[in-house]
């Protein structure tokens, strides 16, 4: 019962949970923005009004998850000062400077240039009023750049120093924080992963109502055009993922070694990757796994030959480097995590590919279940990046800042399980009440479909309108 009401344990949850929960609407709103500005930029080219129709529509999709993103990303900010006051005050010189900018520079520029999109339709020049949605779409990825930045010094911190005297890291090097070598694999993995989920996004509205015979002439572009983003965005991904793979290696060993389940020291044909493992839950003991030789080695130092460290050798380091304690993460979460991640990505692009060989020449599919699959498939590239989330943090367990503060030594003093608990149950009682706001409201905006769009390609194309949202 003591461990069930452990202020750690019960801040993890709770930091976890309402994360992950402010985490869906992100990387859709990264990429609907995006989408949005691709969609507009067309209509501007062509004079088409199906890519009007797709820029609105699809534009209201973008803004109700960028409101709800920002509702949802206000919880965050209280955490860090309830719950982790004692990290807050260790990294926040740090930790502080990332998020001002992210909040004082890329989101006023979202904001600013979002209010000028909306209101801009009929009072800016047409080229300005494309301008806006670009450097929309430009200041979301800024925005994320910098929480990346933020969180790539917990993974591997740099640019600071220790004082002593207050007992907590000081800022020294802005520019090294901003070009972390983790933030810059990062960032391209998180946003060709936030395209591949709002490409499954435009997928599933589209197939719902190509399902359905309707908006044929608006929908078949835009599912056309998703399902190649999903390919391209996921072919990005993986390269991406491979370089920071290899950072991971050199900054965090041990996270690597806690992904393959690896207890000891491999090379060369040793240095297995597992694609499937049946064993006890912290890997020690395997019954059966399906393996690719040379692999885990390639992945890790792009050779065949290369040593990958094994988790009894680097717990017999850190023991040496930072004083007695278990240094593993929890292995059973970290390995299937890798594998979920990497598993569900990949099961998204290769649908796309089916899909856009059902569509070639022009066809419509009329099995149900094409559309059905197509529709359910949408948390897919999602949940692959909610468990990437996952085995990045759980990953550098122990360490809340790896190498310079533990998770237990971050949560706020004189903190009960009992405050956590009643805050667990508030935050979810209001986020299961958004959950139900933004779901309806993205249903009905879905299902409605572009307004004054054709049912059919045999039906009279409507005249140009603008609506102002």
């Not at 667990?424 to 958004?434: K, R, S």
């Amino acid at each position: 019962m003591n461990d069930i009401l452990s202020p750690l344990v019960l801040s993890q949850w709770q930091f976890g949970l309402t994360t992950i929960y402010h985490f869906l609407f992100i990387p859709i709103t990264i990429g609907m923005a995006t989408t949005t500005a691709v969609f507009q930029t067309a209509w501007y080219r062509t004079a088409k009004v199906k890519y009007l129709q797709l820029t609105q529509f699809f534009g209201k999709i973008f803004l109700i998850n960028f409101a709800m993103g920002v509702v949802t990303g206000i919880v965050q900010e209280f955490q860090f000062g309830m719950n982790w006051s004692t990290y807050s005050r260790f990294v926040g010189d740090v930790f502080g400077a990332p998020l001002a900018m992210e909040g004082l520079l890329a989101f006023f520029l979202e904001a600013t240039f979002i209010g000028l999109w909306i209101f801009g339709w009929d009072k800016l020049p047409k080229g300005v009023h494309l301008a806006t949605i670009w450097v929309t779409a430009a200041g979301t990825i800024l925005s994320a750049y910098f929480i990346l930045a933020a969180n790539a010094f917990m993974q591997n911190p740099v640019g600071f120093r220790i004082n002593e005297a207050r007992g907590r890291a000081e800022l020294t090097d802005i520019w090294a924080v901003l070009t972390n070598k983790v933030s810059l694999a990062s960032f391209p993995h998180t946003i060709t992963a936030s395209f591949m989920v709002s490409a499954a996004l435009v997928i599933c509205i589209a197939a719902w109502h190509l399902a359905r015979q309707q908006n044929l002439d608006t929908m078949r572009p835009a599912i056309i055009f998703a399902m190649w983003t999903m390919i391209g965005a996921g072919i990005l991904t993986v390269l991406t993922g491979d370089q920071l793979g290899l950072v991971m290696v050199q900054t965090q060993p041990m996270k690597m070694a806690a992904a393959e389940a690896a207890y000891n020291t491999v090379s060369g044909s040793d240095a297995s990757f597992s694609i499937f493992t049946l064993g006890t839950p912290d890997g020690v003991n395997e019954l059966f796994s399906i393996r690719i030789p040379y692999l885990l080695s390639f992945l890790s130092t792009h050779t065949l030959t290369g040593t990958v460290e094994g988790i009894n050798d680097l717990q017999a380091q850190y023991r040496t480097l930072y004083g007695p304690g278990n240094y593993a993460p929890v292995v059973w979460a970290t390995y299937w995590s890798f594998r979920w991640m990497i598993g569900l990505g990949m099961l998204s692009v290769l649908l796309s590919a089916v899909g856009l060989w059902l569509m070639r020449k022009g066809r419509l599919p009329k099995n149900a279940w094409v559309w059905r699959i197509a529709v359910w498939a949408f948390p897919l590239p999602l949940a692959a990046m909610i468990v990437g989330w996952i085995f990045t943090e759980m990953g550098r367990q122990p360490w809340i800042v790896f190498s310079l503060l533990k998770t237990s030594d971050g949560v706020s003093p004189n903190l009960t399980g009992l405050d956590v608990l009643i805050s667990i149950v508030a935050f979810t009682l209001i986020y299961g009440i958004l959950a139900v706001v933004e779901f309806r409201l993205l249903k009905r905006a879905a299902q409605k479909g572009p307004e004054g769009a054709p049912l059919s390609d045999a039906s009279e194309a409507p005249t140009a309108t603008v609506t102002v949202y």
